[in-house]
């Protein structure tokens, strides 16, 4: 996706429909398009908030993120290759299971009315079939891992500083292929470092890059490096729900109640 368009990049969302709600109404206007950068997903509250970002029509588009990574993994299931199979049960393992320390998308399962058991496929099963009937499951597998526009890039975690961007947009797209995705958690998706604040050099990209993934307690100024801008808070705290504004290079802050954070 190479285009010139106005836009508003969220990130990080973890489900919180009534914090995204107001923002989208007030950045409406103003805006060409929203783009969700990732982690959209998780929480009591995904369902509604997939129904929200669907009903925007062309006027969204939403990434993955790590979250929306391991969530479409462990949502495929392929009897027929032994190689999926074995990558997908570790998957849900990490999704589901008491066991596992992880606790992804553990609130998806109350925000489709599924019932958690102790069994890790069996949540896996229902919560795709009540995706499916919903019709996320779809939009899951829609999900690209980056936005590449005239002057700026959307990607989750960030690209790493060694390699040019060009590069790195070749490698993390051929991921479509679903046996490399299920062995493979690209760093430009999960690497808590990349996304970090800091700048990007000019030989990986002189775009902007606009990222989320590691929840910060920063005020607007703090999270501008040269070409790099990180958005992620911890909404579950009452933190500010920043956006940036291509058309300006202006990153807003909204608080809990939607006004704007002066």
Do not use: C
Not at 51 to 77: C, M, P, Q, T, Y
Not at 95 to 104: A, H, L, M, T
């Amino acid at each position: 996706m190479s285009e010139q368009l106005s836009a508003t990049v969220l990130s990080d969302i973890h489900g919180r429909v009534e914090r995204v709600k107001p923002v989208v109404y007030a950045e409406y206007d103003r805006t060409g398009l929203f783009v969700f950068n990732g982690d959209t997903v998780d929480g009591t509250e995904v369902k509604q908030l997939i129904d929200f970002i669907i009903s925007l029509g062309d006027k969204a588009v939403s990434l993955l993120g790590n979250h929306e990574w391991v969530l479409r993994n462990a949502l495929r299931f392929d009897e027929r290759d032994p190689q999926i199979e074995h990558e997908h049960k570790a998957w849900i393992h990490d999704v589901w299971s008491p066991r596992s320390g992880r606790r992804y998308e553990v609130g998806m399962l109350e925000s489709y009315g599924v019932t958690r058991t102790n069994n890790a496929e069996t949540n896996a099963r229902a919560l795709l079939a009540a995706m499916e009937e919903a019709g996320h499951k779809q939009w899951l597998d829609s999900l690209r891992p980056y936005a590449e526009f005239d002057d700026f890039v959307a990607v989750h975690a960030g690209p790493n500083l060694q390699d040019d961007w060009e590069t790195q947009a070749g490698n993390i797209s051929i991921f479509d292929d679903p046996k490399m995705r299920l062995s493979q958690q690209p760093d430009q998706l999960f690497n808590d470092k990349l996304a970090e604040p800091h700048a990007i050099p000019q030989h990986v990209s002189r775009k902007k890059f606009i990222t989320g993934h590691v929840h910060l307690d920063l005020p607007a100024e703090e999270r501008r490096q040269d070409r790099h801008i990180t958005l992620a808070s911890s909404l579950r705290k009452g933190h500010p729900l920043f956006v940036w504004r291509s058309a300006t290079d202006e990153i807003v802050a909204y608080a809990p109640d939607g006004s704007v954070v002066k």
